[in-house]
């Protein structure tokens, strides 16, 4: 860890210790220094902007409530993190099913509009064959790659080792690739993108 990143972990950790005395100031700041990734993670995961933001207040009405119960043995934004990842799983478990993203109309646009409509279906197909990985693999690749955690602490929020997170991880770039080639393949051949890859682990 960077000395920039330990000194950020001892100064969130301080503030922790404060809002478990009752301050409003520290836990405020708590929620500027944190709230904007864990609700970009939450909406990735949950593939919905409102709800995800239930699911941030709840994690930090539960950061207000457990400040006296946090160990420093993990870095806050670990420990927010696992919050917010836990909270995401119940309700997509208890949605039961995965949201697809809707497929943009194909009416005739101009080169330059073209350019920024290919590269909004090349996005779009991304956070689709995102959507389509299992829960803990998409999981896995969000910590790591978008919200910038270590492995370690990755593994921590998942509650995994660190040998299963790289096994997560390497499952789910592999599935990832694949869904992407697979896309590519329908479109060319004019057929609706594929569902296949949405079960397993």
Same mark, same amino acid.
């Given at each position: 860890?960077?000395?920039?990143?330990? @000194?950020?972990?001892?100064?969130?950790?301080?503030?922790?210790?404060?809002?478990?005395?009752?301050?409003?100031?520290?836990?405020?700041?708590?929620?500027?220094?944190?709230?904007?990734?864990?609700?970009?993670?939450?909406?990735?995961?949950?593939? @919905?902007?409102?709800?995800? @933001?239930?699911?941030?207040?709840?994690?930090?009405?539960?950061?207000?409530?457990?400040?006296?119960?946090?160990?420093?043995?993990?870095?806050?934004?670990?420990?927010?993190?696992?919050?917010?990842?836990?909270?995401?799983?119940?309700?997509?478990?208890?949605?039961? %099913?995965?949201?697809?993203?809707?497929?943009?109309?194909?009416?005739?646009?101009?080169?330059?509009?073209?350019?920024?409509?290919?590269?909004?279906?090349?996005?779009?197909?991304?956070?689709?064959?995102?959507?389509?990985?299992?829960?803990?693999?998409?999981?896995?690749?969000?910590?790591?790659?978008?919200?910038?955690?270590?492995?370690?602490?990755?593994?921590?929020?998942?509650?995994?080792?660190?040998?299963?997170?790289?096994?997560?991880?390497?499952?789910? %770039?592999?599935?990832?690739?694949?869904?992407? @080639? %697979?896309?590519?393949?329908?479109?060319?051949?004019?057929?609706?993108?594929?569902?296949?890859?949405?079960?397993?682990?």
């Amino acid at each position: 860890m960077s000395r920039e990143r330990r @000194e950020e972990s001892l100064e969130d950790a301080e503030l922790v210790v404060r809002v478990g005395e009752g301050d409003v100031a520290a836990y405020r700041e708590l929620v500027r220094r944190h709230g904007k990734r864990l609700h970009h993670y939450a909406s990735r995961m949950l593939n @919905e902007s409102t709800e995800a @933001e239930d699911v941030v207040q709840e994690a930090f009405l539960r950061l207000w409530q457990r400040a006296t119960s946090y160990s420093p043995d993990a870095r806050v934004t670990t420990w927010l993190h696992r919050i917010v990842h836990n909270l995401a799983v119940d309700r997509l478990r208890s949605r039961g %099913r995965w949201q697809a993203l809707d497929d943009d109309s194909d009416a005739p646009v101009s080169a330059p509009q073209g350019r920024q409509l290919e590269a909004a279906r090349q996005a779009e197909a991304l956070e689709r064959a995102l959507n389509l990985l299992p829960e803990r693999q998409r999981a896995a690749l969000l910590l790591v790659h978008l919200n910038e955690l270590s492995g370690k602490e990755a593994a921590r929020v998942l509650g995994v080792t660190d040998t299963a997170l790289e096994s997560l991880l390497s499952r789910a %770039r592999r599935g990832l690739r694949q869904l992407l @080639e %697979r896309n590519t393949r329908s479109e060319a051949a004019g057929h609706e993108p594929s569902a296949a890859g949405k079960n397993g682990s």
